[in-house]
């Protein structure tokens, strides 16, 4: 089903249709979300699980700490063209 979303949805940019293809996005989006529900109820809670998936993508966003690396933290000072021309 998803695929069959994804075909349409690429064959309907073809064109200039604005609410075909906000119609065939919605599809898209309602298919994904269905196989997304089947995913979450495999996995049930279990360890390796869907649920668990989605954890590992909280910690991903603040992980740059914890990854080891670098980050600085600087002032800068912002010079608008105006004040370089006049020097």
Same mark, same amino acid.
């Given at each position: 089903?998803?695929?069959?979303?994804?075909?349409?949805?690429?064959?309907?940019?073809? $064109?200039?249709?604005?609410?075909?293809?906000?119609?065939?996005? #919605?599809?898209?989006?309602?298919? $994904?979300?269905?196989?997304?529900?089947?995913?979450?109820?495999?996995?049930?809670?279990?360890?390796?699980?869907? $649920?668990?998936?989605?954890?590992?993508?909280?910690?991903?966003?603040?992980?740059?700490? #914890?990854?080891?690396?670098?980050?600085?933290?600087?002032?800068?000072?912002?010079?608008?063209?105006?004040?370089? #021309?006049? #020097?």
């Amino acid at each position: 089903a998803i695929q069959h979303a994804i075909d349409a949805l690429k064959e309907t940019m073809k $064109s200039d249709n604005k609410d075909d293809i906000e119609a065939k996005t #919605k599809a898209l989006a309602d298919a $994904s979300a269905k196989m997304a529900e089947h995913l979450y109820a495999q996995g049930g809670g279990q360890p390796g699980g869907a $649920s668990q998936q989605t954890g590992g993508a909280q910690t991903q966003e603040g992980g740059a700490e #914890k990854k080891g690396e670098n980050v600085v933290d600087a002032e800068f000072e912002e010079v608008k063209d105006d004040e370089n #021309k006049q #020097k």
